[in-house]
């Protein structure tokens, strides 16, 4: 089946969702929940060849971005899960004006129909998409990195049985198992069938569906997250959140990649913070944090120079930039 047939086949299943009301919504997402574990070991086996494959290829980082276990994979269905508890907005009126002629115009939140998501290789992306995507009343092409095809269609597999299993129409939610340009491309031109597209993932891949969709395409931002330490700032606490934020999985686009810390603080907290990072990591056989330090940081501990991008890149890595500056 062509990138196109995917496509067209998703949005005739619409119909089945866009007038659903909260409960059978809810419903479909329940069943999705239990399904993704009950389907634990399969997508597990699939998630192991990706592994496979990649491994030589990618970083240890990203590899670890890549995999999953059956912690991850409930804690997916948890995610699923807490969609359920959100609210409904299908229907909701935003704003109401009333003329003295009688008319009444109104605002009313409506789902849109069909929404493209193109992600990168994390697998956890294929549930929380396909999950938010259902919760608005929306079906869902999604198109993952080639790194994760096995896990991520193993996984819409799961999803899909599920909404059949309490009478849903599976097609509301379908992958491309096509991960080449060409079938990106298909997506982001398929004007009249894709209704929003979303991409998430890097500057590279927002920018390329940003500078080639025909289809309404949301720009969002990549994942380069601040920490700033202010004068009077708790600075054991700050170390302790530092260490979460930059080394409990690096890879992930909320990850920490800058820190920035008030002068009134830096010849005390600088010392602290490369030693949690560094010397702490390294004594424990831990992989030590890299600190790309501007020139003021290195006056004051040992590191790696910063260069004019480290402040404006996602890492994605063992790598923290740090730069001392005077006030917020």
Not at 151 to 179: F, H, M, R, W
Request: glycine fraction near 6%; charged fraction near 25%; include cysteine.
């Amino acid at each position: 089946m062509t990138t196109l047939d995917i496509i067209r086949k998703t949005k005739a299943a619409w119909s089945a969702l866009r007038d659903a009301d909260a409960e059978t919504k809810n419903r479909f997402l329940t069943a999705m929940a239990d399904s993704l574990v009950e389907h634990t070991a399969e997508i597990l086996t699939c998630n192991e060849a990706d592994l496979e494959a990649a491994r030589g290829r990618i970083s240890d980082v990203m590899l670890d971005r890549l995999r999953l276990d059956e912690g991850r994979i409930a804690a997916m269905a948890e995610g699923i899960r807490a969609t359920v508890k959100l609210p409904d907005h299908t229907g909701r009126i935003l704003s109401e004006t009333r003329h003295a002629n009688g008319m009444t115009i109104y605002k009313k939140q409506v789902p849109l129909g069909l929404v493209a998501i193109i992600y990168e290789s994390r697998p956890n992306v294929t549930s929380d998409a396909a999950a938010l995507t259902v919760k608005s009343g929306n079906v869902c092409v999604l198109r993952s990195g080639k790194e994760a095809v096995r896990t991520s269609t193993a996984i819409v597999k799961a999803l899909k049985q599920g909404i059949s299993a309490v009478g849903g129409d599976p097609d509301i939610v379908n992958i491309l198992e096509d991960t080449s340009h060409e079938s990106a491309r298909v997506l982001m031109t398929a004007d009249g069938l894709v209704d929003l597209l979303i991409p998430r993932g890097g500057a590279g891949l927002i920018r390329a569906c940003v500078e080639q969709a025909t289809v309404p395409c949301i720009q969002t931002g990549t994942g380069i997250c601040h920490v700033y330490v202010d004068e009077y700032a708790d600075l054991d606490k700050a170390v302790k959140i530092i260490v979460n934020a930059k080394t409990s999985r690096p890879s992930v686009c909320n990850a920490e990649e800058v820190c920035l810390v008030h002068s009134a603080v830096a010849e005390r907290f600088l010392p602290m913070l490369r030693k949690a990072l560094v010397e702490d990591r390294t004594a424990a056989g831990q992989i030590p944090v890299e600190l790309r330090l501007d020139p003021r940081a290195a006056a004051v501990i040992p590191g790696t120079p910063a260069g004019p991008a480290d402040f404006d890149t996602e890492f994605l890595d063992y790598i923290l930039a740090v730069r001392v500056v005077d006030s917020v």
